[in-house]
């Protein structure tokens, strides 16, 4: 069975841009959640998504949105880019939603913002 | 400015000895634990979860002690092999319907042949 893949691996933008990430989760899982990783603050839970609803948000600003497909394919957007948000963006996904889900994460998208 | 990282703590041992890499958790109505091991230029790879009603899992050459009193979540790992250097992060979920993991900072481990 096929992992998560998430698409692009790597990006770079400029301050100011708009930037989607998408994660395909593992075939049959329907929850995803993402996370932004980087050295200062280390792995932050960005939100979670099953079956297309956002069911939590982590402590992130408006500018990262997100949402989710009826295919559980999800994608994150980030909108007037900050060089703070360069890291890596990871997709993890699940069988379900109820907390004690053994969650497999995706390779990240590496985003650079110039 | 000068953005400060976080200092990742660094465990070296040898290979073929044991490992213990620790972790102390934040919230006490956590009740499901996980270990994930993260390489360079990779995602963090699943290898063995805990919950909170139990205090000892085994995996294969992985062990998880879970020490609810203390809010501490250990991973042993036998006879540690080269392979398994990387970074090391312990995960709690704090409980309900919601798969939101709160992540430890990470352990290095350095396996010298």
């Known amino acids: 069975k096929a992992g998560v893949t998430q698409t692009p691996r790597y990006l770079i933008k400029t301050r100011g841009q708009q930037v989607t990430l998408s994660c395909s989760p593992i075939s049959g899982h329907r929850s995803v959640s993402w996370y932004q990783q980087t050295p200062g603050q280390g792995l932050q839970f960005l939100f979670e998504?099953?079956?297309?609803?956002?069911?939590n948000k982590g402590n992130f600003p408006g500018r990262f949105s997100g949402r989710q497909f009826s295919n559980s394919r999800s994608e994150m957007n980030v909108s007037t880019l900050e060089l703070g948000d360069s890291a890596l963006y990871l997709c993890?996904?699940?069988?379900?939603?109820?907390?004690?889900?053994?969650?497999?994460f995706g390779p990240g998208t590496r985003l650079l913002v110039l | 400015g000068e953005s400060v990282g976080l200092h990742l703590p660094t465990l070296s041992v040898q290979e073929g000895d044991n490992s213990i890499i620790n972790c102390a958790y934040s919230n006490s109505a956590s009740d499901y634990f996980i270990w994930y091991k993260q390489e360079s230029g990779k995602g963090p790879q699943f290898i063995i979860d805990?919950?909170?009603?139990?205090d000892k899992r085994q995996g294969q050459r992985v062990t998880v002690l879970l020490n609810k009193t203390v809010k501490h979540l250990s991973l042993q790992i036998a006879a540690t092999q080269p392979g398994d250097s990387a970074v090391y992060f312990c995960?709690?979920?704090?409980?309900?319907?919601?798969?939101?993991?709160?992540f430890g900072t990470g352990t290095l481990l350095a396996v010298q042949p």
């Open positions: 993890a996904s699940s069988l379900g939603a109820g907390g004690m889900e053994t969650q497999y």
């Open positions: 995960a709690e979920n704090t409980g309900g319907a919601t798969n939101k993991l709160i």
């Open positions: 805990i919950r909170s009603n139990m």
């Open positions: 998504y099953f079956s297309e609803t956002q069911r």
